[in-house]
């Protein structure tokens, strides 16, 4: 365990204990004696059927017959559904009773040289001065379908939302396949303004005819880098020699975050990332963890969970140290 969050953890731990301790009356973990009992019931009625039958003793009483093959497996699997049912409802409310924005902001706080004012897991991001469609390789066939969470910070001089879009598109008329993107994106607003607009780009996406390829003096730079601006003397001002040089040892670095596109237009910056840590890009949110009964395995899953999700944030934002845009 990392040494500088034992603090969270023993946080992540308080609360955990506090939530299930005996005065607390708003949750209480399900039966599991219902989903055991139901099982039991599906199982034994064939069983007992087949007993029956190879022991020539299948002439029983027709009440017999309707509750081994009917009444019982419909009982279990009705005991099996309710428990089911039980343990969503008392995960929904276990995650309502986790405070993930207090374990986001502690551990930033922890891990971040800056103020952390506040963060918060919303379901909306700060506005950008971008269009992602303008700059991307998605056309006007494509519709937003869902933003993910976000998680919105608070810092002196800047605020920040980091989380995932999802835009997709029908393949054919009749709706029978869908196609999806996901952006994985960090969106910007500092009191730092800048009087020029610059990006730079990993991969292939469209193009702003207002601005124009700057080639500095690295090859490797500009090859990798890709970078545009719309004053070419201010861009060449942001990337001295020493700082193409950590910009590259950055993005080459295996299985580190990295920006494919950034932009930075007056005090916005807007980006997309490819992170390796956390998995909430795709399949989860920022508040989504795996339960156990155990509690300390709870700690930990929910422990596991905020580093991950940090690491990755943390690494954002060691490359945008690199940068010094705002």
Request: aromatic share 16%; charged share 25%.
């Amino acid at each position: 365990m990392n040494k500088n969050y034992e603090s969270l953890k023993q946080l992540i731990k308080e609360d955990v204990e506090d939530v299930f301790k005996d005065s607390n009356k708003k949750i209480r973990r399900p039966w599991l004696g219902f989903f055991i009992i139901g099982v039991i019931l599906i199982i034994i009625s064939p069983i007992i059927w087949g007993i029956l039958t190879a022991t020539n003793q299948a002439e029983f009483n027709s009440w017999w017959k309707i509750l081994l093959v009917m009444v019982l497996p419909v009982i279990g699997a009705f005991l099996a559904g309710f428990y089911q049912i039980q343990l969503t409802n008392f995960k929904k409310k276990l995650k309502s009773q986790i405070n993930f924005n207090k374990y986001y902001k502690a551990g930033l706080q922890i891990s971040i040289d800056r103020e952390v004012n506040d963060c918060l897991i919303q379901n909306n991001k700060i506005t950008s001065a971008f269009d992602l469609k303008e700059y991307s390789h998605l056309d006007s066939s494509w519709k937003l379908s869902k933003n993910h969470s976000f998680l919105n910070f608070d810092f002196k001089n800047f605020q920040a939302s980091y989380g995932v879009v999802n835009y997709e598109r029908y393949v054919n008329k009749k709706h029978e396949y869908c196609k999806q993107e996901f952006f994985q994106l960090i969106c910007l607003e500092a009191d730092k303004s800048h009087d020029f607009e610059m990006f730079f780009k990993t991969y292939k996406f469209n193009l702003d005819k207002g601005h124009n390829k700057v080639s500095l003096e690295s090859t490797e730079f500009n090859k990798l880098v890709n970078l545009y601006s719309s004053d070419q003397i201010e861009a060449r001002k942001v990337f001295p020699p020493i700082k193409m040089q950590k910009v590259l040892d950055s993005l080459n670095q295996k299985d580190k975050a990295r920006f494919r596109f950034l932009f930075v237009k007056k005090n916005t910056i807007f980006g997309q990332i490819k992170t390796f840590n956390a998995k909430h890009a795709f399949r989860s949110d920022f508040n989504d963890f795996k339960y156990d009964k155990d509690n300390d395995k709870l700690v930990d899953n929910i422990y596991k969970k905020i580093t991950q999700e940090l690491a990755d944030i943390n690494q954002i934002n060691d490359f945008l140290n690199i940068l010094e845009l705002y």
